[in-house]
């Protein structure tokens, strides 16, 4: 089985730049998530899509992060303008389970996009 | 707001031995705790996902424990092995809130 795929890898801005972040979920994963993980920090959930319905997006930066999940399979995720406060890793996983946020799957990540803002 | 924390931050044993990793959570309310890997330039691997109404999980070397009550989990690794080097994360899952995860324990296994 094929797993959570990101791209690209490695993107390296200048502050005020825009970026854009790729992701595409496991077949059939209902569920996606998008995280914010800081150098020595845990990861911190931005946005959770179901399908191609937005969950929960209480933590996303709104005025510069928004993201999409266009025929509830691949997502984007993007930065505009970003700052240096963004550099990070961000990482996309992906969960089997369509019940909402009653989660009892496991959350599948991938490689994650290591961003550095200058 | 849920606070989770880890103890110790860092961790450095000789192979073969028996060590616990510590997770304290703030809010007991809990649907269920995971603890996760993370190995340097990769995504996270679930090692262990332990739902509110259950005390532990195993698997192999791996065993995990939950006390909602003292807001506790503990994993245990039996015999460590150099390829047991990572990080160790834990996250847990409150009633209507996402994951929230730890800081992490970077564990190195010398051989």
């Known amino acids: 089985e094929a797993g959570v795929a990101q791209s690209p890898r490695y993107k390296i801005i200048e502050k005020r730049q825009s970026v854009a972040f790729w992701c595409n979920p496991i077949?059939?994963?209902?569920?996606l998530y998008w995280y914010q993980q800081i150098l020595g920090q845990g990861p911190k959930l931005l946005i959770q899509f179901q399908n191609n319905g937005v969950v929960d997006d209480s933590q996303l930066p709104k005025d510069r992060f928004s993201a999409e999940r266009l025929k509830g399979v691949d997502s984007t995720l993007k930065i505009q303008p970003a700052k240096l406060e963004d550099s990070a890793v961000y990482l996309c996983a992906s969960s089997l389970d369509g019940r909402g946020r009653v989660r009892t799957d496991t959350q599948y990540f991938g490689p994650g996009t290591r961003l550095t803002v200058l | 707001k849920q606070e989770v924390t880890q103890i110790p931050a860092a961790l450095s044993v000789p192979e073969g031995e028996n060590l616990v990793l510590n997770c304290s959570f703030t809010d007991s309310a809990i649907y269920n705790l995971q603890w996760f890997r993370q190995d340097p330039g990769k995504g996270l691997t679930s090692l262990l996902l332990?739902?509110?109404?259950?005390r532990e999980q195993t698997s192999g070397r791996l065993n995990a424990s939950l006390d909602k009550s003292s807001g506790r989990s503990t994993l245990y690794i039996a015999a460590s092995q150099p390829g047991d080097s990572a990080t160790y994360l834990c996250a847990v899952e409150g009633y209507g809130q996402n994951f929230v995860f730890g800081p992490g324990t970077r564990l190195s296994v010398l051989p």
């Open positions: 077949s059939g994963h209902a569920t």
């Open positions: 332990i739902q509110s109404s259950q």
